[in-house]
């Protein structure tokens, strides 16, 4: 998106910094696809996001965290009932 100059194509800095404050003024607080309920089951989702479709991720998140909500409980579900989930 950045480049030192136009020649490539880019886009200057201050360009940059306007485009993301019309965005940031247009939707002040975007939201993304991914279900999540704490800053964990963000991490885990988005993770899975980079194999998955957001809306696969969410199919399989929805009965994960409502077991495993925690890095604790994930690791007291244990490798193969993750695995079931996340399959």
Do not use: C
């Not at 800095?13 to 019309?22: D, G, W």
């Not at 279900?35 to 994960?64: C, F, G, H, K």
């Not at 890095?71 to 009932?81: S, Y």
């Amino acid at each position: 998106l950045f480049h030192a100059g136009r020649d490539s194509g880019g886009m200057k800095r201050a360009e940059v910094f306007e485009f993301y404050r019309r965005l940031a003024e247009l939707n002040p607080e975007p939201e993304g696809e991914l279900e999540w309920l704490n800053p964990y089951t963000l991490l885990v989702a988005v993770a899975l996001s980079a194999q998955a479709t957001d809306v696969s991720v969410n199919l399989a998140t929805r009965a994960l965290f409502a077991v495993a909500d925690s890095p604790e409980k994930m690791l007291e579900l244990g490798e193969a009932r993750l695995k079931e989930h996340i399959k």
